[in-house]
């Protein structure tokens, strides 16, 4: 199967997954909480790209749906906003929330191959579960690579509903929310640029230490973290007593440091010895310059 039909195909199945999470929204029964109408849609959208995935035996057609989700989400809390909510904060929120998902969801289609290619993260995950018991494999799947992702996220976009529901006006902490959060894209951009030239070039056993990538060996992920933080601050700028607001970018902050850089580290060394070279001389996370090689 090329690319283009496997992206539309996983096209596809974000917009019946959308579609039905829609029809959840405007037409299923009324929780009485917004925020909990907009989870349980989430959660519909995202077995439906379980079941694809399933289908054609592929994880990785839940990769795009990190970044194609929030502005659906947004939109609904928009749209069913309190009448004390800030319209202009909300269209700042959303502006750089637009630009990280447009930026996001590009690179994914630039880089994905198609889907005789899967996440080499996730082929490990299902086969030590399968291992174990042959049940435990499709549980994995559905829990660890679609549903703990998709629940991170929605910590995440929590911000997102407080600033539909609380009307301060607007102060310097969005103006810093808007630094930082479009800060974090173009980082993140200018990141993937350099990584792509890198790719297109790059020797057996060479690995990347030019541009960001010699400030840090993870600037990708320091640049996620912190557009998460940006959709904190702007919570915290329409309600400052709702420190909650903060809890998606610590999620996600533990997830990278926890979860997703350590396996990154171990592959990369297992594959490239040179690796270690870096490791010795590049801050782990947060950008600063390098150490000096070693006489």
């Known amino acids: 199967m090329g690319k283009t039909e496997s992206i539309v195909r996983v096209g596809v199945s974000y917009v019946v997954g959308l579609g039905l999470a829609a029809l959840w929204l405007f037409l299923g029964p009324d929780t009485g909480h917004l925020w909990l109408d907009g989870l349980v849609a989430d959660l519909i959208a995202t077995l439906v790209v379980y079941a694809a995935s399933r289908i054609h035996r592929n994880s990785s057609f839940y990769d795009a749906y990190w ?3 929030p502005p659906f989400l947004a939109l609904y809390w928009f749209v069913e906003r309190s009448p004390d909510a800030t319209d202009a904060r909300f269209w700042l929120l959303f502006a750089v929330l637009v630009a990280w998902a447009v930026r996001l969801t590009g690179n994914w289609v ?6 005789h290619h899967e996440d080499w993260r ?33 910590l995440g976009m929590l911000p997102v509903y407080v600033v539909t529901r609380e009307g301060r006006d607007l102060g310097w902490l969005d103006g810093v929310a808007v630094l930082v959060g479009l800060g974090a894209v173009a980082l993140e951009t200018v990141a993937d640029v350099q990584m ?55 999620a996600m902050l533990a997830m990278f440091l926890g979860a997703s850089i350590p396996m990154m580290e171990k592959r990369s060394l297992d594959r490239r010895p040179a690796y270690q070279d870096v490791v010795d001389r590049v801050p782990l996370f947060v950008p600063r310059p390098p150490r000096k090689r070693a006489a």
Do not use: C
């Not at 299902?126 to 174990?132: D, G, M, P, S, V």
């Not at 933080?229 to 970018?249: C, E, N, Y």
């Open 110 to 115: 630039y880089a994905f191959p198609g889907l």
């Open 67 to 69: 970044s194609v989700l």
């Open 122 to 154: 996730y082929g490990p995950m299902k086969e030590q579960a399968r291992a174990r018991a042959p049940w435990l494999e499709p549980v994995v799947d559905l829990m660890g690579i679609h549903v703990i992702p998709t629940l991170q996220v929605f």
């Open 196 to 250: 792509h030239r890198f790719g297109r070039t790059k020797q057996p056993g060479q690995v990347m230490d030019r541009g960001l990538w010699s400030w840090s060996r993870h600037p990708n992920y320091f640049g996620e973290f912190s557009f998460w933080l940006a959709l904190g601050l702007f919570g915290l700028a329409a309600s400052p007593s709702s420190w909650w607001a903060l809890v998606g970018a610590v």
